[in-house]
C-alpha cells in the first residue's frame, strides 16, 4: 500500500506541511512514519541520495518551518517560556518571604499586599507558585533527561542483541510495569524523608519503562538496515554501532517521547505530593500548593487551589502540545530520508 | 492456540513470583525493619532480638521469602496487629469495593471512548474532531485529584448532587449508588483520554486499509463499514490497551479513594502507610499486583479471541 502513494510535498512547494492538514487521499500518521522507512531502506543515507534529485530545504530549516507551521506548538513554546521566567526569574523581581510562616496572615483572599492572598501558613500565594513550579519543572526536566538515557541504553541493548538478552530484559520492564506505582510511593513516603534527588530518582524508576519499551521496538527494525551490516562487516564494536549508528536514526523519536514525559512527570510528582511524597519545606512543589488548597476546599479559599492547579494544567498542556509538533517535524524527517 | 495460552500462562506466573520478590525484598531493606515497627523506638535489644527470633526474621532472606510465599500461596497473608485482623480478611473486605470501583470506571470509560473515537476518527480534522481532542487534552492535563476537586465543586457544592466523601459506603444500596457516583467519573474521565486517543488512530488507520475499500466496493453503507469492519479491528488495540493500563488506573483509585474517602484497598493502604502497619502493605501490593496480571492475561485472552491473526499462529 504504501509504495503506491505519491511522494510528499516538499516544504517550498506551498502545500502544507503537516500531515493533518494534507488531503484525504494522503496518510495518516501512523503510515507517514512507516512508508519511507520501508521504500528507503535499500538506499544507506537516503538524505543525500534525495539531494541530488530534488531541490532540498536545509534539515534544521525544514524542521524549523514544519514546526512553525504549527501554531499551536510555537504558542506552546512561547507559554513554557513565560513559565520558566515566571518561576526562575519571578522571585528576583517579586521579592517575598518564603521560609517564615505567619500564622496572622493565614489564608488572607487577594489584596493589593497579596495579590493572589496567603497560604494556610500566611505566606505569599503568588511568591509560594514561583517557588512550587522551580521544583515541579526541575523533576519534569531531570526525570525526562534520566528516563530517556536510561531507557534509551536499555531498549538498545534489547532490541540489538535479540534473544536471551531480549527476553531477559523486557521480561523485567513487563514485571515492573505490573506494579501499580503509586502504591510504592506511598510506601515510600511513610518511610523516609524524600529530598528532589530521590523523588526525581523514585519517578525515573517508572517512567523510563515506557522508553525502553519503544527504544527496543524501534531498535529491532533498524538493526537490519544496511548500514548497520556495512558498520558490523567493518568490524565495529557494538557500543559504536548502537551509539553512531543507530542511536542517531531514533533520536527524533526520543525526542518526542522525551517531551511528553515531562509532561507525564509533572503530572507525577504533582500526584505524588497529593500522597505526601515531596521536597522538604521551606521548598514546595504545586501539587503541595494545590493539595492545601484542596484540604481548604469547603472554606472557599478559591485563591490556594485554582491558581495552582491552572498552572499544572497549562504547564503539562504546554508540553503534550509541544511535542506533537515536534512529533510532525520528527516524521518530516523521517519521510525525506 | 493452546501454546500460545500456556506461554503467556508461564510468563504471567514468572512476572508474578519476580514482583513478589521485589515487593519482598523491598520491605525488608526498609529502614527500621519490620520489628522497630511493631516494638516502637523505645524496645530493648533483648525484646527485639526475641521478636525476632518469633517472626522467623533471623533465618536468611531466601528462607524468609519462601516461607512467606508458601503462606501467601495458601492465603494466608499474615495478621495486623494494629487493626487486630487477619489482613486476608481485611482484604476480603476491602478489596471488592476496590475492584467494582475500577471496573464501573473502565466500563464507563471504554463505553464512551469507544464510540467517541470512532466518531472522531471518521470526522478526522473536522471541527468537532477539534473539539473533543481539545477536551480530552485539557482532561489528560489534570491530575486526577483536581480534575476530583472540580468535579466536586460542579456537582456537589453548586448543585448539590451527590456526596463528595463516601464514608458512608456499604450501609444501603441507594446510598452506595450515590457515593460510587463522584468517585467513578473522576477515574473514568481520566482513562477516556487514552482510550479514545488509541481508538481514533486506530480508526484512522483502519479506513485507509484495503478491507474497507473492498467493503465499500462491494456496495456496503458507509455505517455498516465503521461499525462492521473498522470496529473489530479497531478493537483489538484498545483492548491491549485496557490491560496495561490497570496498574495505572489502580495507583489512580488510591488517589480517588484517599480524596473520597472511600473505603477500599486504596484507603486501607492509605491508612496503613500512616502507620507503618506492614502485613497490611505487604499483602495489599502483592494483592493488588497479581490483580493487575490477571487483568492483563484476560487482556491477552480477549486479545487472541478479537483478533483470528493471534488464534492462529
Known sequence: MSETLPPPPLSGSGEPLLPDHSPPAGESNATAVAAPATSTAPAAEGVSQAGEMRPMTPPLRLALSTFAENKLAVASAVVLLLIVAFCFAGPLIYHTNQTASSLITANLPPRAQFPLGTTPNGRDELGRLMVGGQSTLEVGFAVAIFATAFGLVWGLVAGYFGGFADAVLMRIVDAMLSIPFLFFVVLLASLITPNLILIILVITSVSWLSTARLVRGEALSLRTRDYVHAAEAFGARPPRILFRHITPNLLGVVVVNGTLKVADSILLFASIGYLGLSVPPPATSWGVILTAGINNLFDGYWWQLWPAGFLIVITVLAFAVLGDGLRDVVERRLQKR | ?313
Open chain 2, 1 to 313: 492456540m493452546t501454546g500460545y495460552l500456556v506461554r503467556r500462562f508461564l510468563q504471567a506466573v514468572l512476572v508474578t513470583v519476580i514482583v513478589s520478590i521485589i515487593v519482598f525484598l523491598l520491605l525488608h531493606a526498609l529502614p527500621g525493619g519490620l520489628v522497630r515497627a511493631q516494638l516502637g523506638p523505645r524496645a530493648t535489644q533483648a525484646e527485639v532480638h526475641n521478636l525476632q527470633v518469633q517472626e522467623g526474621l533471623t533465618k536468611p532472606i531466601p528462607v524468609q521469602y519462601l516461607i512467606w510465599a508458601w503462606h501467601a500461596l495458601q492465603g494466608n497473608l499474615g495478621y495486623s496487629y494494629k487493626m487486630n485482623q487477619s489482613v486476608g480478611s481485611l482484604l476480603a473486605r476491602f478489596l471488592p469495593r476496590t475492584l467494582l470501583l475500577v471496573g464501573s470506571a473502565m466500563v464507563l470509560a471504554v463505553a464512551i471512548a469507544i464510540p467517541m473515537g470512532l466518531w472522531q476518527g471518521k470526522r478526522r480534522n473536522r471541527i468537532d474532531d477539534h473539539v473533543l481532542t481539545g477536551t480530552m487534552m485539557a482532561l489528560y492535563s489534570m491530575p486526577s485529584f483536581l480534575l476530583g476537586v472540580v468535579l466536586i465543586v460542579l456537582l456537589n457544592l453548586d448543585i448539590r448532587l451527590f456526596p463528595s466523601t463516601a464514608q458512608n459506603f456499604g450501609t444501603s444500596v441507594p446510598v452506595d449508588i450515590a457515593d460510587l457516583v463522584l468517585p467513578v467519573l473522576t477515574l473514568c474521565l481520566g482513562n477516556v483520554t487514552y482510550f479514545s486517543r488509541y481508538m481514533r488512530s486506530a480508526t484512522i488507520d483502519n479506513l485507509l486499509e484495503d478491507y474497507v475499500r473492498a467493503a465499500y466496493a462491494k456496495g456496503a453503507s458507509s455505517n455498516r463499514v465503521l461499525f462492521h469492519h473498522v470496529l473489530r479491528n479497531s478493537l483489538t488495540s484498545t483492548v491491549t490497551l485496557l490491560g496495561l493500563t490497570l496498574p495505572y488506573v489502580l495507583s489512580g483509585s488510591l488517589i480517588i479513594e484517599a480524596l473520597f474517602d472511600f473505603p477500599g484497598a486504596g484507603l486501607l493502604f492509605w491508612n496503613a502507610a500512616q502507620t507503618r502497619d506492614y502485613p497490611i502493605l505487604l499483602g495489599v501490593v502483592l494483592v493488588v499486583t497479581v490483580a493487575t496480571i490477571i487483568g492483563n492475561f484476560a487482556a491477552d485472552l480477549a486479545y487472541s479471541v478479537l483478533d483470528p491473526r493471534v488464534r492462529y499462529t
